[in-house]
């Protein structure tokens, strides 16, 4: 395998590719990862336009490594838009290579570019390997706030 | 005052009340809320179409007493869109009403609506009046997640 990576925006035509990568980070997280149905809807909703959230994809060999799945939030005390990255995720053989620190990066570019006061995003408490290089990039943890979830 | 009111979607013309609303709530969260730019830019942003995000009132008496503003999130494990609540506020005057209980009902609603797969939010772990609400409602608490935020 080549050291080398590029990084860009997916296309519908990455769905299925996502998907795959998907399912290693749900494993990887110990939670239910998309089934056929999601992955057909995945498909169908990274084709529509304007689509429901956005990708990158990290592609080494002609293959995709990893991505990251994000969609725009909203900041009512700064009155601007950010980014809520929902995955990121490298598949364990590209990973050391900074993949996931150069798509983080990305996301940055993209929110300046947007106007966005933020880059947000939340990990599991267990996944030191992801925490190190968020506090490596000095990113602040929001230890005073905590998550709720209806099911729908 | 009447224990009556309505609940009903923002229109731009609420932007200057949900301001002020939103003023209160980050003086209770210590946090710091929207300048007088920002105001400017939510009256701007609560006019666009479509806008970066959404927002219910309650209104009581020809007054506004209480917002919601949410926007669309989206899960890649479930392969559908969410609805993520930014702020839910209700002014000290109109609680007890079960105001801000029926703006979680209506955002269900509208969830359900959406063929959303979830409803989510935050809250600060010292803001037990609103933790009582949401583990009342069997909202599940996601304590395993800590958030990480990059200020752009």
Redesign the interface.
Known sequence: MSALYTLRAATANDAAA?VLL?RLL?EFER????DD??????AD?LARS?A??EALVAEQDGAVVAYA?F???????????GI?L??LFVHPRARRLGIAHAM?DRL?EL??ERG???????????NEGAIRL?EH????????????????
Do not use: K, M, N
Request: glycine share 4%; proline share 8%; hydrophobic share 40%.
């Open positions: 996502i998907c749900a939670l239910p990862g998309p149905a999601a992955a057909a809807r995945f909703d304007p429901p959230c799945v969609f725009a939030s909203y900041s009512t005390f700064r009155a601007r838009p809520y929902e995955d983080l940055v929110g300046r966005c006061a933020r880059l947000e995003w939340q990990v599991l408490r267990w968020y990039l000095s990113a602040h943890r929001q230890d005073d706030w905590v998550g709720y979830r209806l099911d729908l």
